[in-house]
């Protein structure tokens, strides 16, 4: 019942919001839905409710780290958004506030799910309830934005359900159909007696699927776009939350290779996609003179270390779990903070942001903690989760990949 709650809140809030036609109460049907489903979160960390249904959703360890993040974060997107509104107009009109809780009820499907169908559908519908938010009918680039953001991810989801269905045909080719079909639990249990060739087809089709959702390069064109011009409460939202569902996604499948001992093929797909992602990143940043869009190139970067950090298994993987935490949290901020800097400065070009430190003192003082923190200084998160992979590298004698990491 709690985990079905935490679906059902945000989807009956989202109702509610649409229906209630006073613009006042909008934003506090967010706040209190946010509230609600942050209070059930820790409620189900205080329980450890059983798997629900027939097993379709559960609270596990990766799901439950992760909803938690996207619960946390939703929750300061939404009392930012009460004050941000009073001077920036916000996207969506009436649908704002029901998009927003329609992505917090998706985000926990993905988060609890232990089906890959149902994950998929969850995942699609992260992008319908995201689209408006980000679309502006006066702006054309905010056009440009969105239309590449459902094109690009559209397409990645279509190529992540033909990976789901490979997975399917790889339980019935190989012998276990006899297991409930796409569950997680079921699938590692006859992890075994999957046939080879059609989970390894699965894979890589999940991960160039999932993986332009999370924004792993070379897929990542929609990413800087959409970040970079969305309302900052929607910037921090979708990099602070978004992208590490498309990583859980990930991470599931990669669950299943491993149980079939085929994590030496699954291992090297990943880090190469994330180094590619990491080089790319790096590139682009050097040249970027527009901070909301430096900011999403970032996201690019640690999604690339999120990949090479399950790519390399091990202490690595923890780092990259660590790093889902430190490093979601402090993007959300700065991109909230770039909606300050935004709104005081009326520009988005770096060179054009002067004087923070006398205009907006607390803001200036969170972003120098902010950008220390991304650039992995101690004593930030950050520092620990990418030492954690350095070390992973190191442990895992991948010299060429340390390397690079390094550099």
Known sequence: MLLAALVLVPLLGALAAY?????????????????????LVALAWATRPPAAGPGWLAFDALGALVLTLTSVVFLAVALYSVGYQRQERLRGGRAYSSCLLGFLAAASVIALTRHFGLLWVAMEATTLATAPLIYDPADRRSLEAVWKYLMVCSVGIAVALLGVFFLATAQVAGGAGAGRALLLDDLLAAAPRLHPA??????????????????????????????GEAPSPISALLSGALLNLAFVAILRELAVLHAAGQADFAGPLLVGFGLFSLAVAAAFLLGQRNYKRMLAYSSVEHMGLLAVGAGLAGVAAFGALLHVLAASLAKALLFLLAGNVLL?????????????????????ALLVAGFLALSGSPPFGPFLSELALVTGAVRAGATGTLVTLLA
């Open 198 to 227: 059609w989970l390894r087809g699965s894979f890589v089709f999940v991960l160039i699927g999932f993986g332009t959702k999370m924004g792993l390069a070379p897929m990542h064109t929609w990413l800087p776009d959409a970040h």
């Open 19 to 39: 229906l209630d036609r006073s613009p006042a109460r909008r934003s506090p049907w967010v706040v209190a839905g946010a509230a609600v489903h942050l209070g």
């Open 344 to 364: 005081a400065t009326g520009t988005k070009r770096t060179r054009e942001v002067t004087g923070l430190a006398r205009r907006l003192p607390v803001s200036a």
